[in-house]
């Protein structure tokens, strides 16, 4: 049977593929939430827990430890700086932070109906340091239909996963690097009521938690930071 499925799946066009498994991640949501009811309080900082986003179809686990992630693919450099913390506020060493993008045309590496099979780009995780930090260098996102902007991130703690999520661009830098002719398609339309995932919610409380801090540093390039705290 999973041989029989993999075939149809290599022959299904994007697409469709996303728009017959999609419903099934929003089921998913906030099952998180429902089992640890603590996810829900704010941390001993009055900061919120982190909250969950489904990994959605792309995710593989790559075994790829590197900060760098890009391998040579064509964007606006982008540099992400994680702090994992626990509800005490305290760093958290040894945190493996493990994420993964689209590229500029919205396409992800290593599946075949993205036409990029055994590709690795835009891949990869790094473990955090005493300060529970770690950092990436990648591209900025480009963006895909249904979905708002947004980069893929898990979060595993002692060899158990303790967060799947999304982090999310600030509007005005988004339309900024989307001027540029490295991202073809432009401006991404989906509101955050319109996307495909956070649709679900009333408000978009979910999207503004998940909200990534973005800055520029002296020659202009990128830094987006976020603080993710673990129940």
């Known amino acids: 049977m999973r041989d029989i499925y993999h075939s149809q799946f290599l022959k299904m066009d994007r697409n469709k593929f996303l728009s017959l498994i999609g419903l099934s991640f ?11 009811p603590e996810s829900s309080l704010p941390t001993a900082c009055g900061d919120p827990i982190t909250p969950p986003v489904p990994e959605g179809p792309f995710y593989k686990d790559e075994h790829l430890n590197r900060i760098d992630i890009t391998e040579g693919k064509p964007g606006t450099p982008i540099q992400y700086v994680f702090k994992v913390e626990d509800k005490n506020c305290r760093p958290i060493k040894g945190a493996i932070v493990d994420i993964w993008q689209c590229d500029s045309h919205g396409q992800y590496s290593d599946f075949a109906v993205e036409n990029s099979a055994s590709q690795k780009w835009l891949r990869g995780f790094q473990q955090t340091n005493e300060m529970g930090e770690c950092k990436f ?28 999520t999304n982090f999310f661009f600030p509007k005005e830098i988004e339309q900024e690097v989307y001027s540029s002719s490295l991202y073809p398609k432009g401006p991404n339309p989906v509101s955050v009521l319109q996307d495909l995932e956070l649709r679900v919610d009333k408000d978009t409380k979910r999207h503004d938690t998940l909200l990534m801090k973005v800055s520029k540093d002296k020659k202009g390039n990128l830094i987006a930071s976020y603080t993710i705290s673990i129940a």
């Open 137 to 164: 260098s990648s591209i900025f996102p480009g963006w895909y239909d249904n979905r708002i902007t947004h980069l893929h991130a898990k979060v595993n703690i002692n060899n158990q996963n303790m967060l799947t």
């Open 26 to 36: 929003l089921a998913t949501a906030f099952s998180p939430l429902r089992k640890n």
